[in-house]
């Protein structure tokens, strides 16, 4: 993990610049691959991260302070194909 913090420093300091990943992407392989990547940053990785604390968040809460009817509710199980 610390590889990768200095690598983002070094990355940092020779392209100041708002965009983080996105420019350091676009500059590397071209704007392709940097829309690519901003594109799967905000419908898939941030979306599925939030929905992940979220999820977590609700189930802590739950704990805390019992919500009841609006609790936490489980979802049926899919049976298996034969």
Same mark, same amino acid.
């Given at each position: 993990m610390l590889v990768g913090a200095l690598c983002y420093a070094e990355l940092g300091s020779a392209y100041p610049g708002a965009g983080g990943e996105y420019l350091y992407l676009t500059r590397a392989w071209g704007p392709r691959v940097g829309l690519m990547f #901003?594109?799967?940053?905000c419908t898939v990785i941030q979306t599925g991260a939030?929905?992940?604390?979220?999820?977590?968040?609700?189930?802590? #809460?739950?704990r805390l302070?019992?919500?009841g009817t609006y609790g936490r509710r489980r979802m049926p199980r899919s049976r298996s194909p034969p």
């Open positions: #901003a594109w799967a940053r939030l929905a992940v604390v979220a999820e977590f968040y609700g189930d802590y #809460a739950q302070m019992p919500l």
